[in-house]
């Protein structure tokens, strides 16, 4: 498997993290006071935060990435 496969393959699991943490997490903290994972309301914005801004920097690479190609 190549760096682009990888990246790809990655770019899926962190879409899927940011699923499960807005679609299911942050309802939950909002409804009991804490996540299915015991987070916190606040946590859980947070690890949304941080998987977006993941998401954001691996989409980066695969542009540069498809740039290079071309």
Known sequence: MDQFDTL???L???NERARQLEDVDYITAS???FSNEGLTLDEVKD?????HHQ?????RQLDDMSDDLS
């Open 12 to 14: 899926g699991q962190l």
């Open 31 to 33: 409804y009991k006071g």
């Open 8 to 10: 790809i393959e990655q």
């Open 47 to 51: 690890q949304i935060t941080e998987v």
């Open 55 to 59: 998401i954001a920097t691996l989409e």
